[in-house]
Each structure stands twice: as C-alpha cells, then as structure tokens.
C-alpha cells in the first residue's frame, strides 16, 4: 500500500516532471493535461486517490484488472503508455496558461511523431482545444491526426469533474478500446 504524501511532500512536488511511460508504437498513448501535487510527489501518473483513470481503463477494458498507480509501466506490455499535454506538476489543472497549453501541444506533436503510437488518447476535452486550437472539437474520436496517430479525446478523469460518473467514463474509454483494439477487451 502506498505511503499519502505529507503536506510538505505535496508542496516540495510543485512543478517536478514525470517520466513518461512510453515506448515506440503503442496501440494507444493516454495524455493527460499534466501531472497534479500527489502525482508528482509519488512519481506516478494519476495517483490522486480521487482520480478515476485507472478505474476508467479497466472498466473500458484496456486491463484485466484495476491497476493501482504503481504499476503504471505494466501498461507498456498492453501496448498502452501515459504522457502529458505539460509535464510539470501543479494543483489544478486551470493553473496552467493558454500559451503553456499550446507550447505542450506542439512539444507533444514532436514526441506523438517520435513514438509513433496508433492512438493518441488525450484526457481533458477543454485543455485539448486549447492546446491544439480547436474550441469546436469534443468528446470522441477526432477527424484529424497528430503526428500520424489517429486521436480520441476523453473526459478528463479527475474526480473534480463530475459531469462523468464512473460508469459513463469506463463506456467512453470502451469505446475508444473497441476501436483502438478490436477484439482484445481484458475481462475479470
């Protein structure tokens, strides 16, 4: 079981990086909008206890089973991968400036190009437009690439948005999986 990170872990993680769990030609790349404090504190992506991506993965059936956190780079041998829109951690999302979005999406462009992933899955619809300019675009598959990859855009899984219940986030991840790995949904 992972240790909660102290008050002072929380503050000493502002503005740290995360690896990137990433290797070429996964089927699918997951993007977050980037790293919050407990996740930088841990060095895990998505460890707020709140947050709902690994539940959402396995519900959609991209694993056998929940994953916790600390498995992350078990995902590599699913052919799966997480990044970020911009590394650095903060305490919300809405911290993070339009022109520090767009820097990310270009930075992202370049690395999407570099690994060369089938899928490019970006959690969080409003720090998409905003990154890649496209205030129209919404839930779902995209009409247009990067770098190559087909993209999806799903509903940012933190727990501060809840507008998508757990079960509408595991359907919506399904969707992507269905398309993304047709035929190949992890099961209990």
Sequence with gaps: M??????????????????????????????????GLYSGALGLHFARPGNRFWPALHRGGFTPRQFDPSEQD??????LGITNVVA???????????????????????RVAEYR??????????????????????????????ADARVWVLPNPSGLN??????????????LRHVALPGEAHSE
């Design 88 to 110: 650095r951690t903060t305490a919300r999302a809405d911290e993070l400036s339009a022109d520090e979005l767009r820097e990310g999406g270009r930075l992202l462009t370049a």
């Design 2 to 35: 992972r240790t909660r990170p102290t008050k002072d872990q929380l503050a000493a993680a502002y503005g740290k990086t995360l690896d990137d769990v990433i290797a070429p030609e996964l089927d699918v790349l997951f993007c977050g909008i980037n790293p």
């Design 162 to 175: 809840a507008h998508w219940t757990p079960a509408m986030l595991g359907d919506e991840f399904g969707r």
């Design 117 to 146: 992933p089938r899928w490019l899955a970006v959690v969080g619809i409003t720090a998409f437009r905003t990154a890649f300019g496209l205030p129209k675009a919404k839930v779902g598959p995209q009409d247009d690439g990067i």
């Design 74 to 79: 078990e995902l590599l041998g699913l052919g």
